[in-house]
T-cell receptor, first 114, second 114 residues
């Protein structure tokens, strides 16, 4: 299995631009999670989906952030407009079942907003 | 609210020293417990997990952890560390019945001196 796939691996953009991060979960997994990792705040859960439905988005920082999962094999996390404080590593993870099982992480997208 | 505490933020050891990293959580119900490792510049990888059964769990690379329910703890141990164990270690807890979200501790950065 290829594992969780994320793209791009690195993204540098200017403040105010739209940023779209992509994730392909492990085939057969039906829970998908988006995390943000920063030095100051550690690992934060932004949102998670079960069977393509958003279950908990309480971690999404503000309206500039949105996430979609149009099908079982693809999810996006969009930031519009981006700000320098959004600079972080964004991880996608997936798991089987309802999410209580082991989560498998992707390689992350390192985002730098100038 | 449910929380996960890792008391050691930075640990420095010499090679061959023994390691114990503390992890405590606050929740009286059923939990699934995990330790993840993040090597420099890489994504999170599962070291070991506990769902039920024998509270002493063995993981990869010689790591083990013991679940002590009465102490709400899941400490990670390794009898003899190697330079290649230099990484950040995260304890994570899934509080079953509370949305199945994985809550991470703040992480412990381990540096092993050769």
């Amino acid at each position: 299995d290829a594992g969780v796939i994320q793209s791009p691996r690195h993204e540098v953009t200017e403040m105010g631009q739209e940023v779209t991060l992509r994730c392909k979960p492990i085939s057969g997994h039906n829970s998908l999670f988006w995390y943000r990792q920063t030095m100051m705040r550690g690992l934060e859960l932004l949102i998670y989906f079960n069977n393509n439905v958003p279950i908990d988005d309480s971690g999404m920082p503000e309206d500039r952030f949105s996430a979609k999962m149009p099908n079982a094999s693809f999810s996006t996390l969009k930031i519009q407009p981006s700000e320098p404080r959004d600079s972080a590593v964004y991880f996608c993870a997936s798991s089987a079942g309802t999410g209580a099982e082991t989560q498998y992480f992707g390689p992350g997208t390192r985002l730098l907003v100038l | 609210a449910q929380s996960v505490s890792q008391h050691n933020h930075h640990v420095i050891l010499s090679e061959a020293a023994s390691l114990e990293l503390g992890c405590n959580y606050s929740y009286g119900g059923t939990v699934n417990l995990f330790w993840y490792v993040q090597y420099p510049g890489q994504h999170l990888q599962l070291l070991l997990k506990y769902f039920s059964g024998d509270p002493l769990v063995k993981g990869i690379k010689g790591f083990e952890a013991e679940f002590i329910k009465s102490k709400f703890s899941f400490n990670l141990r390794k009898p003899s560390v190697q330079w290649s164990d230099t990484a950040e270690y995260f304890c994570a807890v899934n509080f079953l019945g509370y949305g199945n979200k994985l809550v991470f501790g703040a992480g412990t950065i381990l540096r092993v001196k050769s």
